[in-house]
């Protein structure tokens, strides 16, 4: 039971982490642009697609890792420069539409790009295979490098933010837009590498979990809606709120998922349990973030309107 | 019995005193003009009044009864009504529309689903009323965005004595009125008095000596004088301070 | 005294005129699809009844939508989960033998307001962005509830065994039944909706839509205003999955995927926010569109997709400021 547990928290956390690396650009950029982007999913779905092109093209997940990376710069930079950079000053609705005719855009492009069924991506060999953990409890060495990745790229995040100029922007935009404006800082050039620098952690995001997911249309949008709870939990423009939140929401759902009806088990019984537990599971993360917000209306680190 | 007491409040932004122990006693029927430099906190004042923006500490009674952690529209019910400094109406509705919601805000429910609601013969009437004495009247017909800045002004005024307040907070209502008109509307506002209580916010020191009965001033937050009209006149701090200044900025 | 009543007599005639641009033109739409069927089968082509029963069906939701969308300027990205609950009202209902389309209606729309109350409380405690996501979310919420109730096929739904019945009788039994009776209700649910725009309940909540401070400010809490229509606008969209369950005799969580919230919004702003008659139009625009792309490409969605972009960055001020230009965004009053 024990050992259960350890895996599934552990799961959950390389969840956590990969939902983080999606979120931060999302937070940043509802955060500092007022804007809504529901095409965010669809960059992660991109990622993984891009690194299952490379690596089958060059042989190596490696190689393929270090294309998809300026490639998701590219896609970051045409979409930022074609599309978003016009729906800053539009209404909420606007944005929504946009955003949503992206999705269905790419959707159907990479379907026409890659085909229907799904693509798989080879395991780098170094890290295949698992390691003890604990007595018999194993673990496998890619989750583990994944999470060690993603904390890699927080702590990144987390050192740009405050000890950079860009960062003390980007902290200023959050919190007041209107602030980084007066600082004569060319905003137009900041909203573009926000903006690419959310679709770049996101494309990593996907690249990364593309070797233990199959690689297929629908990914980006689960994902999605998950980051968009992250987030409004987190607070809107808070990158602290969007760790915190995406670990909060993937142990959530990954051990409530398991231990949400093993615990009905203990109250009701075993049929009754699985049936509600099975209905119940997948609601956790949503109602978490009802009861969240019925506390904090702005989430955990917003700032209240 | 004060028509509105104001006890000790305060607000702070960080280690900035917006409002800064504040006490006022308005009396009933009275006209109190508060005055001071920009940036003094009048706008913030009238926001704690109003119910819009909370206070960290002190407390508000209106005709007795502690109001302090009521909001906006339960004070609005109450009977403590406020206009905005920047012209805050419903753009699409006409003059007419703004008003009646402001009398259907007071009379009967407005879960009602059905009945159409512009023929409501009460509604407008009581509505008219008010753009009357805000001398509107003329205007009822046109859609908000399409009046001056004027007519804007006395439609602030108007939307709020159709909620039939007993005390008025007028944050600026002569903001951007000039010459004859302004005379107008000072003399529209004459007429109310006696009628209910107003606290007067405004920079207009001619309209402020013509109506109000007592002037506080407002200085950093907090009030530094609280007279009759003349003796705020001639008080030596209070020119010091404020009026003084504004004579330089003219001249 | 008597120049005021005289202007109250100006106002009553101003704002009663015989019938008003947007009824007109609801009217001639409803009088367009109550031809429609005698054509279809005239082009011996009845398979088009079917499709315009679909249409019929996304145009009340979209009404519904536009109740609190184009009404109440609150963005609700979730409803199609009340399509969904719609849908599976039928579905559940039919488990226990009920097939009368007046209870499906009274229980959908029953667990429609117990819904809507709930996620629209939590809700309108946020504004703008917030409310989007959270709108979005709780629609997930209710998708991922019904695609683990196995007892209803999950995932993949369930077949109806047969249509429903009205008061006993086999009216929805052809499709010209269904066709008309879903007519009847769209008619009347317009005119519901009508009705409430246009009394005291709508002008607060188009006033509040306009400007929510001065609302506050003349004594009106907002909230339990704009969740009274969100309630309203979640039951009558219930109504329509109602219908969209006897269409397809098929229910799916797939009637509450968040594109299909997708498409009820687009539903609306292509017929033009707050203006009832608009969205209809719209739901026979986007449907028609829809259906046009796809005979013509399997790939109709990157067209679609393509044109809601085109749409948006080429107007000026979006879709919504095109409409308006075009004198179709008029504002209820």
């Not at chain 3, 145009?59 to 979730?78: K, N, P, Q, W």
């Amino acid at each position: 039971m024990t050992n259960l547990f350890v895996l599934q928290l552990l799961n959950g956390v390389q969840l956590g982490v990969l939902l983080f690396l999606i979120s931060a650009g999302l937070t940043l950029v509802f955060g500092i642009m007022d804007v809504i982007n529901l095409a965010h999913g669809v960059l992660y779905m991109v990622g993984a697609y891009l690194i299952a092109t490379f690596a089958a093209a060059t042989g190596s997940f490696w190689w393929g890792l270090l294309l998809t990376l300026p490639a998701a710069v590219v896609v970051g930079l045409v979409i930022e420069a074609v599309v978003m950079r016009r729906l800053y000053a539009r209404s909420h609705l606007d944005q929504v539409l946009a955003t949503f005719g992206l999705v269905m855009m790419a959707n159907e492009a990479v379907k026409m790009i890659w085909g229907t069924s799904p693509l798989s991506v080879p395991m780098p060999e170094i890290l295949s295979g698992s390691v003890p953990l604990m007595g018999p409890l194993k673990y496998p060495v890619y989750r583990i490098a994944i999470i060690v990745a993603g904390l890699a790229v927080a702590l990144g995040l987390f050192v740009m933010v405050n000890y950079t100029r860009v960062g003390m922007l980007l902290r200023a935009g959050a919190s007041n837009r209107d602030t980084v404006s007066a600082l004569g800082v060319d905003i137009n050039r900041l909203f573009a590498i926000v903006f690419t620098l959310g679709a770049t952690l996101a494309c990593l995001a996907g690249a990364l979990v593309a070797p233990i997911l199959s690689v297929d249309t629908g990914m980006g949008e689960s994902v999605l809606i998950l980051t968009f709870v992250v987030v409004v939990i987190g607070g809107i423009g808070s990158i602290k709120g969007a760790f915190l939140g995406a670990l909060l929401v993937a142990v959530v759902d990954t051990v409530g998922g398991v231990f949400g009806p093993i615990l009905l088990r203990s109250v009701l019984d075993p049929s009754a349990a699985g049936q509600a537990g099975r209905v119940l599971a997948p609601m956790l993360v949503y109602i978490l973030m009802a009861v969240i917000l019925f506390a904090r209306p702005a989430g955990l680190f917003g700032k209240t309107a | 019995m004060t028509a509105l007491t104001v006890t000790d409040l305060c607000k702070h932004y960080g280690a900035l005193k917006v409002t800064d122990h504040v006490s006022l006693d308005i009396a009933p029927g009275e006209i109190h003009a508060i005055i001071g430099p920009n940036g003094a906190g009048k706008t913030t004042l009238i926001a704690q009044l109003s119910g819009q923006l909370g206070s960290d500490s002190g407390r508000v009674a209106l005709d007795g009864k502690d109001i302090t952690h009521l909001s906006m529209p339960e004070r609005v019910r109450l009977g403590l009504a406020r206009s905005f400094q920047i012209t805050s109406v419903l753009p699409g509705f006409t003059a007419l529309e703004n008003v009646a919601l402001a009398v259907q805000a007071r009379q009967g429910s407005s879960f009602r689903f059905f009945g159409t609601v512009a023929a409501e013969r009460a509604l407008n009437a009581a509505a008219m009323e008010a753009l009357h004495e805000a001398g509107l009247d003329h205007r009822a017909q046109i859609p908000a965005r399409s009046l001056s800045h004027g007519e804007h002004r006395r439609l602030e005024l108007a939307i709020a004595l159709a909620t039939k307040p007993r005390v008025l907070l007028l944050d600026e209502p002569l903001a951007g009125v000039g010459g004859e008109d302004a005379e107008t509307f000072v003399e529209n506002l004459r007429r109310l008095k006696g009628r209910l209580t107003m606290v007067l916010i405004e920079h207009d020191m001619d309209a402020v000596f013509a109506l109000a009965d007592r002037v506080s001033v407002l200085v950093y937050g907090r009030i530094i004088a609280t007279g009759a009209p003349d003796a705020i006149r001639s008080d030596p701090e209070v020119r010091a301070a404020y009026l003084g200044e504004e004579e330089q900025e003219i001249a | 005294m008597t120049d005021m009543t005289d202007a109250t007599r100006v106002t009553a005639a101003a704002t009663r005129p015989a019938l008003s641009g947007r009824v007109k033109a609801a009217l001639t739409l409803f009088v367009l699809f109550a031809l429609m069927p005698p054509l279809a089968s005239a082009l011996n082509d009845p398979f088009y009844v079917l499709i315009g029963t679909r249409i019929l069906a996304y145009a009340i939701a979209a009404l519904a939508l536009d109740l609190i969308l184009g009404f109440g300027a609150m963005v609700s990205f979730g409803h199609a989960a009340y399509l969904g609950l719609g849908t599976y009202a039928v579905a559940i209902l039919s488990g226990f033998g009920i097939n009368d389309l007046l209870v499906q209606i009274l229980a959908a729309t029953a667990m429609s307001a117990v819904f809507a109350a709930v996620t629209g409380a939590i809700s309108l405690r946020t504004r703008g962005v917030y409310f989007i996501m959270i709108t979005l979310a709780f629609g997930q919420m209710a998708f991922f509830f019904f695609i683990s109730l196995s007892a209803y096929g999950g995932d993949d739904g369930v077949a109806l065994a047969s249509r429903s019945t009205l008061l006993g009788m086999e009216v929805l039994k052809t499709d010209f039944g269904l066709y008309y009776t879903t007519l009847v209700m769209l008619i009347g649910l317009f005119f519901l909706c009508h009705r409430i725009t246009k009394s005291r309940f709508g002008r607060v909540l188009t006033g509040i839509r306009e400007n929510p401070t001065r609302m506050e400010a003349i004594g009106f809490a907002p909230f339990r205003y704009q969740l009274t229509a969100f309630v309203i606008s979640g039951c009558i969209t219930a109504m329509a999955g109602v219908v969209l369950a006897n269409q397809a005799q098929f229910v799916s969580p797939a009637f509450m995927s968040w594109h299909k919230s997708g498409e009820l919004i687009v539903m609306v702003v292509l017929g033009g926010p707050g203006t009832l008659a608009g969205p209809i139009a719209g739901a026979v625009a986007a449907l028609l569109l829809e259906e046009w792309l796809g005979a013509l490409s399997e790939h109709w969605k990157l067209f679609f997709g393509l044109f809601l972009v085109l749409m948006v960055l080429f107007s000026p001020n979006g879709i919504t400021g095109l409409l308006k230009k075009l004198g179709f965004g008029e504002k209820q009053k």
